[in-house]
């Protein structure tokens, strides 16, 4: 499991493998965090990996995100693509209109601690949001194998979410297709990511042929019974 004595990202090979053939996905991911974004331009990246999202929002948004990773190595790609980058919490020196993480909280076993503190560093009236993966059944090999604590259900979220004095705004799933496939391919016959040939084509046919379709049904109504993940958005409350 990564933590502050392990900071090296088992996954690291599959991050990047994902970056080059999954676009529309990531495009996707950060469409569907910043919708609520409005105006905020003081934005954060928890979690932010090789920078492919933070990237993506600075073109989606003119908004380029400061970002927080725990793995040194990905902390010099990050530098090197012009990204201010934090290596801890404690070294954040502002507080920020809107936080997002994609892929993240299941790391962390502790997370709502980790959510506490990323109310602390919200502006008031600040808002966190988060793509996590979903549902407890689908955990596989393969979350163990890249260190996921766990996977989400919407009561879950949202019970701690709460617990760290949030709101919720919205909360659903996506990826309603990818439910099935996971739990088919990944889980029950155990089909490998890594960097090889086959899996960058299986990649790459997933993000330009099943997704469009997958997010296609999400609109008509699936996004609020099932999917690979979840998307949370969040407002620090009055009380906070």
């Known amino acids: 499991?990564?933590?502050?004595?392990?900071?090296?990202?088992?996954?690291?090979?599959?991050?990047?493998?994902?970056?080059?053939?999954?676009?529309?996905?990531?495009?996707?991911?950060?469409?569907?965090?910043?919708?609520?974004?409005?105006?905020?331009?003081?934005?954060?990246?928890?979690?932010?990996?090789?920078?492919?999202?933070?990237?993506?929002?600075?073109?989606?948004?003119?908004?380029?995100?400061?970002?927080?990773?725990?793995?040194?190595?990905?902390?010099?790609?990050?530098?090197?693509?012009?990204?201010?980058?934090?290596?801890?919490?404690?070294?954040?020196?502002?507080k920020y209109e809107l936080i997002y993480s994609s892929n993240v909280l299941e790391h962390i076993k502790n997370d709502l601690e980790t959510l506490k503190k990323l109310h602390s560093k919200l502006e008031y009236d600040g808002l966190l949001c988060l793509f996590v993966p979903a549902f407890n059944c689908l955990y596989s090999d393969l979350?163990?194998?890249?260190?996921?604590y766990r996977r989400y259900t919407k009561k879950?979220?949202?019970?701690?979410?709460?617990?760290?004095?949030?709101?919720?705004?919205?909360?659903?799933?996506?990826?309603?297709?990818?439910?099935?496939?996971?739990?088919?391919?990944i889980k029950i016959f155990k089909f490998k990511l890594t960097n090889n040939h086959s899996s960058s084509a299986c990649l790459k046919f997933y993000d330009k042929f099943v997704l469009p379709i997958s997010f296609f049904l999400d609109t008509l109504g699936l996004k609020f019974m099932l999917g690979k993940n979840l998307v949370v958005i969040a407002k620090k409350n009055k009380q906070g």
Not at 35 to 46: A, E, P, S, T, Y
Not at 143 to 148: K, S
Request: proline share 1%.
């Open 156 to 185: 879950d979220i949202t019970l701690k979410l709460e617990l760290a004095k949030f709101d919720i705004i919205d909360c659903y799933y996506s990826d309603s297709i990818g439910f099935l496939v996971w739990l088919l391919f």
């Open 143 to 148: 979350d163990w194998q890249v260190g996921h």
């Open 1 to 94: 499991m990564q933590n502050f004595n392990n900071t090296n990202y088992s996954g690291a090979g599959i991050l990047k493998n994902m970056e080059k053939n999954l676009y529309f996905f990531n495009l996707s991911i950060v469409r569907m965090l910043s919708k609520r974004m409005g105006f905020r331009k003081v934005i954060l990246d928890f979690g932010a990996g090789i920078g492919t999202l933070a990237k993506i929002w600075f073109t989606e948004n003119s908004v380029k995100p400061e970002c927080l990773e725990i793995d040194s190595r990905f902390r010099k790609i990050l530098i090197g693509r012009g990204l201010v980058c934090y290596q801890d919490i404690k070294y954040l020196k502002k």
